[in-house]
């Protein structure tokens, strides 16, 4: 059974950091392109960031700069820290997971709720 669970969200102040943690179970890990996306309330499903199972990194346009994804493949583990927060990235952050696309996979995590406010 493929279990995808996220932590580490919560409130924090404009300018502020977190970092989010997804731990994968059941699927091959290292082989896995993994991928954070987010949606905020009332909009659609949006990627933030994506480390493919070689490594690459790709980030939003919104993100760039300011958050960081990476990968642990001894711990089935990816990060993604955000620094410098901006209210407009208050949204639920979900992990993904996909074998062999660029596209979201099959695989999703049940999310984590980052709220940027004063």
């Known amino acids: 059974q493929v279990q995808l669970v996220e932590s580490g969200g919560g409130l924090v102040q404009p300018g502020g950091s977190l970092r989010l943690s997804c731990a994968a179970s059941?699927?091959?890990?290292?082989?896995?392109?993994m991928g954070w996306y987010r949606q905020p309330p009332g909009k659609q499903r949006e990627l933030v960031a994506r480390?493919?199972?070689?490594?690459?990194?790709t980030y939003s346009d919104s993100v760039k700069g300011r958050f960081t994804i990476s990968r642990d493949n001894a711990k089935n583990t990816i990060y993604l820290q955000m620094n410098s927060l901006k209210p407009e990235d208050t949204a639920l952050y979900y992990c993904n997971a996909a074998f062999g696309t660029l596209t979201p996979g099959d695989y999703w995590g049940q999310g984590t709720q980052v709220t940027v406010s004063s």
């Open positions: 059941g699927i091959n890990f290292r082989l896995y392109n």
């Open positions: 480390i493919l199972s070689g490594g690459s990194t």
